[in-house]
């Protein structure tokens, strides 16, 4: 099973930016779309941001439209979220994983915090 190894959080204060990296264990991922989610305390994960296998595709939850932006390097083996323009709601434990969406087959990483504080 594909795993990943989740980098860049921390803390921030609203308003900044961060940049998240997230590192595949196995080249396959360059097949696969790529997806970020992130889970917040007392809250159910959700889908942050997608991209399709080549990278030419991108797709945004509402929250983050504007703001984010995915991105990947396939020789790598790596995808990234650039997030700009943090808000308290972002809060959260990110993660990345592979295939469609709402049904990712790869094994969830520890994740990577990022804490937006004034």
């Known amino acids: 099973q594909v795993q990943f190894v989740e980098s860049g959080g921390g803390l921030v204060q609203p308003g900044g930016s961060l940049r998240l990296s997230c590192v595949a264990s196995d080249s396959i991922m360059s097949t696969y779309n790529m997806n970020w989610y992130r889970q917040a305390p007392g809250k159910q994960r959700e889908l942050v941001a997608g991209?399709?296998?080549?990278?030419?595709?991108?797709d945004y939850a509402d929250s983050v439209k504007g703001r984010f932006t995915i991105s990947r390097d396939n020789a790598k083996k790596t995808v990234y979220l650039q997030m700009n323009t943090l808000k308290l709601e972002d809060t959260a434990v990110y993660y990345c994983n592979i295939g469609p969406a709402g049904s990712p087959f790869g094994s969830w990483g520890q994740g990577t915090q990022v804490t937006v504080s004034s």
């Open positions: 991209v399709s296998s080549r990278g030419f595709s991108t």
